[in-house]
């Protein structure tokens, strides 16, 4: 188990962050771009590898970004609004999915290792006991949020702090062991009736619109969860344009670690890949921050979740997979990692037209009609 | 370079070939699908990659299948309806692309490393020198097709061979290094125009919905490859029952060497990946020859030739990748390698609920609605 001091500046540490957050490198993408015309095929026969590994460039600022350091962070925290009854679960399989986390017989310690990914396990608030172990990362800023439904899910200064954790802990793992591309996951009964509120809040939708069957509910809890995401909107009123509060009033403390990571990936120009629904939370109270942070994010896949795609289009970004999946805890963007990691070998390993000496075709002299 | 003694009864080598194909085995399956009802995740919370994984233990008989020994082959042949200007490039590109698979310069290079497969690049017909190497399957069953806007590919014995050829080389990969699953792809300037005319006979569609722009034709070679697909239906008058004749009037050879390789894979219980619209072309052949080979494909990613999706959906296959992907080789295929071996390895190392001590859902005993 690692213990760490708390962060002592919550406020410093993520005014700095922001601070340092900056758009995509034009240059580097554009030069990823005239390589990717060079190379032996014809122009943009690789399609979305193409654009994935261009994007890459620009978040990295190299114009061929080598990505051999692969973390993948799950953070895990429990909710009170699953007094609501909006899950199929009942709230100790946070504690319990954690601890097989750490055990390794999870579906995303197989995706990780498949992708060549160290697994990083955060307790950033479960209700229940969890075994010490090497690997978790034990933050536990509360067991468990308040019920939104009722209330804010944490003060305004537990939001801060969050999120700077978030910040301290990516840092760390930075400095430690380099990451070169992070996908960020969760694990949280009740957070995707959280991350349906923050969705709804950030884009205007009606709560049933985004509110999805999480892990698999009926008809009649499907519509405990509508309702309790209306609540939540009703009593807390949150302000689109204030991430922090947003994060306060309807967040868990795992999507303030994970939207505090997506912070600190930006600072950093580390590609950060956005998992599920709830992982597409995070990323929009990061985006409310500091939306900058943007143009650092990669959308993995397209979750069977009706939030998420709204999630996505709010932050203009289209997924590269769409494989029906509904699972969280980084499996998406874990899979994800594999094919920003195949898109950028193309961009740094293929032959040119040149050094191959194969013939061009008039297609790849007048761009294609 | 590696060569062979020619087959010496192709017709004998296919039939048996055939004889030896069996629909996919449903108890594998079932068991498949049973255990992932137990793993650690909401029941079918993997989607497709669920779904990946029940369809590989079916083919391969193996409730738990390994893909540990992996294939790409890429086979390459020349077609004389290049004179009716099809193609934006010109034919001599076949044999520079063959050398720089040698090399290890093409996409299909990295894309196979990345995957760990090894790759296998079979002269089965190009009109140009190719200059020897120790990676190079040369069968050489002609100098490139004749014109099939003009009359037949090439003959029927030809076309037989060239499929026997394909199984005969697959075997001998399987006899000397083994293969668990194997990705079939291409390259021959020209081969989308075979691919859109066996395409339209088998599917009974108009040339003009299934050709595409291959490498990236302009508007006039684009109609002058309609032309050709179309004459080369009217003159050829390819029965779409007989596969072999289809694969003779329409057909490259490097398409029949694929064919025989889909066939040989089926006849292996191995998991034959597809890849773009030649790929696809040739699994429509194997399939016309023998119709229980189809459950041995799995369809690898969405090119955006219209002739592929035509194809698949005649084969009844989804993809799993739609990544606007166009350039052939089995780079498409390659991919759709990764995520196959990942579904695979979901199913067999998860932990069971039980393992890992963590609490069903009511979900997983009462099916979600």
Redesign the interface.
Known sequence: MAKFEPVTDPAGLLAFTVSAIRPADRVAAGGADARQGR???????????ESLATRIAGITGLERPRLDQRLVIVAAGDHGVTAQGVS???A??TA??V??FL?G???I???A??AGARVRVVDAGVRGEIPDHSDLLRLRLGPGTDDISRGPAMSRALAERSLAEGIALFERERTADGIQIVALGEMGIGNSTSAAAIIAATTGLAPRTVTG?G?????AHFELKVAAVERALHVNQPDRMDGVGMLAALGGFEIGVLAGAYLAAAAARVPAVIDGVISSAAALIAAAIAPNAVDSFVASHLS?EPGHLAALRHLRLEP????????GEG?GAA?AI??C??AC??LD???TFD?????D???AVEP??
Do not use: C, F, I, W
């Open positions: 190379l032996t095929k014809p122009p943009g026969a690789l399609g979305r590898l199929a679960y009942p100790e399989v319990q999915m601890a097989n055990a017989g999870a579906a310690n197989v995706l290792k498949h069957r892990t698999g509910v009926d008809d069977v590269v997979l769409d494989l029906n999946m509904r699972l499996s899979l594999s094919l990691v195949a070998r193309l390993e293929m032959a050094e191959a000496g194969v013939s075709s008039d297609a294609e009609a």
